[in-house]
């Protein structure tokens, strides 16, 4: 199988970020360069990613990083074989910058381009860090989303369960904001969670032992809110609290979405795991993830914490899985804000 070379560009929430990654197959890749800008400072006075200041930051910042990602992978532009971005979702100010300078470099160096889905992304960096063969069991917890998949090929995902409404990395960004952190909140609670204790505080696990896999998040965020209303609130156990309630919440669905994996691909005889997104940088989360894996017989495949949250080296490997199967994409392709994965 022949090995593709690919800048990949990562613009669609507040990580400017560019890669260029080698590969081919079920991988790993070889990451010749992976180059981010986190926009955390411009965003901070405001607790949240502002979209027009991130917009502005990426068109100020890509130009530069994408000569850092070339130059520290020791390549021109038309050393590479083709150049991937993130066409979406996302905020749209973002993909456009993004999506538009990958168009402009493709065009101008005559190579071709692929407009890539920045969840599919998420799904396949596991192969990018570990190399991976299909199908495996998905765990995609990111900031936007929340989804166990049966993942069969690139573009052919399953779907097991969804959030029906917040995701878990939105519930971790809210109750840092509840108490007091700064954003991203998943990062400060988990470091704060490690100083507290997790029974002190009585939270509640929505949809837990419920037929299917879906999640839910909200009542657990609103259980949080209340208890900081109710009084003065010790923060470390009540960090901690939230986040055993978010684990006993993924290791119960997970647990479930395993048996329908186990019953869809039984001919898999030891069928991988996969965690990926930003909350599976959570080193608590993983722990839990990894012994629950191994109790049901599934081998855990969990991209190092700088693949899990929003990187550029995924988007190129992204790219080189497009590029491996012909599925590239013309100059008119469009920037999505919405671009769900489709199900079969
Ligand atoms: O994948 P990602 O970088 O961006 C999206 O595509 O959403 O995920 C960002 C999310 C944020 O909600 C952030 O709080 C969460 O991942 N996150 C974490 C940790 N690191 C990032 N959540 C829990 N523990 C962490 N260590
Ligand atoms: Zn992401």
């Given amino acids: 199988m022949r090995a593709w070379t690919v ?32 926009q955390l400072e411009e965003h901070r006075p405001y607790g949240g990613v502002v979209p027009e200041i991130a917009a502005r930051a990426h068109v100020e910042m890509l130009d530069g990083i994408v000569e850092r990602a070339l130059a520290e992978a020791g390549l021109n532009l038309g050393a590479v074989d083709a150049v991937a971005a993130t066409a ?23 190579k071709p381009l692929i407009a890539v889905n920045h969840l599919e992304a998420h799904g396949l960096s596991a192969r990018l860090s570990e190399g991976l063969e299909f199908p495996f069991l998905l765990l995609l917890v990111s900031g936007g989303h929340c989804q166990l998949l049966g993942v069969e090929g690139v573009g052919r995902f399953r779907l097991y369960g969804t959030t029906i409404d917040d995701a878990a990395g939105e519930a971790f960004d809210k109750v840092a904001k509840l108490l007091g952190l700064d954003y991203p909140g998943g990062p400060h609670i988990e470091a ?16 837990l032992g419920r037929e299917g896999a879906d999640f839910s998040f909200s009542g657990l965020k609103t259980a949080v809110r209340q208890v900081t209303l109710d009084g003065a609130v010790q923060a470390a156990d009540l960090a901690a609290s939230f986040q055993a309630a978010v684990i006993d919440i993924l290791r119960d669905r997970t647990r479930a979405a395993m048996a329908m994996f186990v019953r869809d691909f039984p001919q898999t005889p030891s069928p991988a795991f996969v965690m990926a997104g930003g909350v599976a940088a959570n080193g608590a989360i993983r ?16 991209p190092p914490p700088a693949l899990c949250t929003d990187n550029a080296a995924m988007i190129a490997w992204a790219g080189i899985e497009r590029a491996g199967l012909g599925l590239f994409d013309p100059l008119s392709a469009p920037a999505r804000a919405r671009w769900p994965l489709e199900f079969r």
């Fill in 7 to 38: 800048l990949g560009i990562e613009t669609s929430c507040d990580e400017t970020a560019a890669a260029v990654v080698r590969g081919a197959g079920s991988g790993p890749g070889e990451i010749l360069s992976n180059i981010i800008f986190s």
């Fill in 287 to 302: 722990f839990a993830m990894g012994a629950l894996a191994s109790a049901q017989g599934f081998a855990m495949k969990v």
């Fill in 88 to 110: 979406g979702p996302g905020l749209i100010g973002g993909v456009m910058v993004g999506l538009l300078t990958a168009k402009a470099l493709a065009l101008a160096a005559g």
């Fill in 192 to 207: 704060l969670a490690r100083e507290g204790n997790p029974k002190r505080y009585k939270l509640p696990r929505p949809l």
